[in-house]
């Protein structure tokens, strides 16, 4: 199996492998040099360095999507010390990829954002960041959610051209409202420079979001919340997230933002294939219950959702390995589409899946280990343990 003779591999035994398109039982997975060399039910090495993870499953590193903030630290907060905090942090969750995402703001202050984070998502230390996802400004508000309408604005190739420019060129995806003058043009032109383009904060006809995925949108943004809802005479924007062919459709199953039997529906409508897990988590994920903020927004924790004055839920404490454990537990999937929808998924949604979400020979060896009840014990980045939990402190 080794195919570098000049550096020792090392060998992961587990009871259950989820690899690239099929689930192999026992057996052993090779890491060469950081990275995913192949799998073999037997080893003929005879002095191969093992770590011995028996009675467990082995994952691909999850990918977040759609994240602003963890352990106290916000995205749009502008700082590096917190960039880094969050990376770290969301190796508990299972997370080795993540887009950190911004809010509306002024386009000054999203100028210093997307300055900060392409100056310095190659030297976080943790979660490995690969790219930026632009969430506003160019929303309407019937649908703002937590959003500041104070800044909502029509789509700008201009404003576009300078985030891309003073980010390093590592935005990866931006959501619009498809309603929104110019947003042909905006599309064609973002889809154009490799830029995902999402559909959110919206209160548009089946036919406007229709017109906008003609045009190369790809993904529906937290499907169900901020958007047109679904209605047997006006389909909105939910009827077209189910129903248009070749998009990918977020979701965020933490059990307050959309309901079970709904995000079933989602999910067999669209396909689990084309569902992206995501946590939509702010800067209260992984912190007590109290206040906090999302941006600009006071945002107060309780009871497991966050929510601004009036109510309305504000981003998730979600932590995306929870995610993947409810959609089992609810029996809406099964352990290997709740995997792919939170890794390999994500990953397609943005074009990145030839660099991270699986278990693939020449593939980053970032992984994670489950026990048969879908609770994390260990994530690894580059074939090293960065972060691993005591079985008996799991419950």
């Known amino acids: 199996m080794n195919t570098n003779k000049g550096c020792k591999s090392s060998y992961i035994f587990a009871d259950k492998f989820f690899l690239e398109g099929k689930v192999e039982g026992s057996g052993f997975l090779e890491i060469n040099e950081g990275r995913f060399v192949g799998f073999s039910e037997n080893l003929s090495e005879k002095e191969a360095e093992i770590i011995n993870y028996a009675g467990h499953w082995i994952a691909p590193g999850l990918v977040d999507t759609h994240i602003h903030g963890f352990q106290n630290h916000d995205i749009m907060d502008n700082d590096v010390t917190g960039l880094n905090k969050i990376s770290e942090g969301l190796l508990s969750c299972g997370v080795t990829s993540f887009l950190p995402t911004t809010l509306t703001s002024s386009t000054e202050v999203l100028n210093r954002v997307v300055e ?8 976080v230390r943790g979660a490995k960041i690969i790219g930026i996802f632009l969430e506003g400004p160019f929303f309407t508000e019937k649908h703002k959610g937590a959003q500041n309408p104070n800044y909502f ?6 404003l576009l051209k ?3 420019k003073l980010s390093n060129y590592s935005i990866e995806k931006i959501a619009i409202a498809p309603e ?3 947003t042909a043009e905006f599309i064609e032109y973002a889809v154009r420079d490799k830029i995902a383009v999402a559909l959110a904060h919206s209160d548009a006809t089946y036919e406007e ?3 906008a995925v003609e045009k190369g949108a790809s993904i529906f943004v937290h499907t169900f919340n901020g958007m047109s809802p679904l209605h047997h005479r006006e389909p909105g924007m939910v009827g077209a997230a189910m129903n248009l062919k070749n998009v990918f459709t977020e979701i965020i199953c933490d059990g307050y933002h959309v309901h079970p039997v709904a995000a079933n529906i989602l999910m067999d409508t669209r396909g689990r294939d084309q569902t992206v897990l995501v946590t939509d988590c702010m800067m209260a994920g992984g912190m007590p ?13 309780k009871e497991g959702a966050a929510r601004i004055e009036g109510g309305s839920l504000s981003g998730s404490i979600l932590q995306l390995k929870n995610a993947v454990q409810n959609t089992v537990k609810w029996g809406i999937a099964t352990p290997e589409e709740a995997i792919y929808m939170a890794s390999t998924a994500p ?3 943005i074009g990145k899946d030839d660099e991270c979400g ?4 020449g593939y980053a060896a970032d992984f994670i280990v489950l026990n048969p009840d879908m609770d994390l014990i260990a994530t690894y980045l580059n074939g090293t343990c960065r972060y691993h939990i005591k079985e008996e402190e799991v419950r």
């Not at 219950?289 to 924790?301: A, D, F, H, N």
């Not at 699986?358 to 020979?361: L, P, Q």
């Open 180 to 182: 929104r003058k110019g």
């Open 347 to 349: 990953a397609k949604s």
């Open 209 to 211: 979001a229709k017109q």
């Open 153 to 158: 604005c029509d789509p700008s190739i201009d």
């Open 358 to 361: 699986k278990i693939a020979k």
């Open 116 to 123: 900060m984070i392409g100056a310095n998502y190659k030297e």
């Open 162 to 164: 300078n985030w891309q």
């Open 289 to 301: 219950e109290g206040s906090y903020r999302l941006g600009e927004i006071p945002v107060e924790v």
